[in-house]
Structure formats: C-alpha cells, structure tokens
C-alpha cells in the first residue's frame, strides 16, 4: 500500500512538472504583408499542433494577425533556444 501510494504521488508530481506547453508559430497580416514568428504559451489540453492552433487562431485574429501553422509544441526546455528568433512575440499570446 505505501508503495502505491508513492507511485501516485510521483506520477502527479511528474505530470505537474511537465504541465506547461508551448507552441511556436507563423502568422500573417495583409495589406502590407507582414509575416510573424511568434512562441506562445499554450493550455495542457492544446498541448499538440492541432490543439495549439485552434487555441492560437482566434488569439492572433483579434489582432488582425491570420495563423499560418504551428511549427510545433514543446515545453519550457524549448523556450530559451526560441526566444531571439520569436522578439516581440515571444510569449506575446
């Protein structure tokens, strides 16, 4: 019994630790055309491209931005290696 219950205590802790997703992305705005890089924080049930991007997509739209894909999702171990390249739309959305 105290061996199940360490085993449910580790597994809820290992779940918690790994609870923050990220997606990064490509979005456009027309008229002129520009194009955005962007890493955002994204909920754990959207923790997959498909998720992420129903996520994102109304996010960006609201300012004027039109998702173009989610390049992928990871967690916070991804985010230093993006944060030049995504500037100002880093964890923007």
């Not at 219950?5 to 997703?21: D, M, N």
């Not at 997509?57 to 300012?63: I, N």
Request: glycine content about 6%; some cysteine; charged content about 20%.
């Amino acid at each position: 019994m105290k061996h199940a219950v360490l085993i449910l205590a580790f597994l809820a802790s290992a779940s918690a630790a790994q609870a923050e997703c990220y997606a990064d992305y490509k979005a456009k705005r027309d008229n002129p055309l520009q194009l955005q890089y962007g890493v955002a924080q994204v909920s754990d049930s959207a923790c997959s491209k498909k998720a992420a991007a129903r996520e994102l997509a109304p996010k960006l739209k609201a300012d004027g931005w039109t998702l173009l894909t989610v390049l992928s999702t990871f967690g916070p171990d991804g985010l230093e290696q993006r944060k030049a390249s995504a500037g100002q739309y880093f964890l923007r959305y």
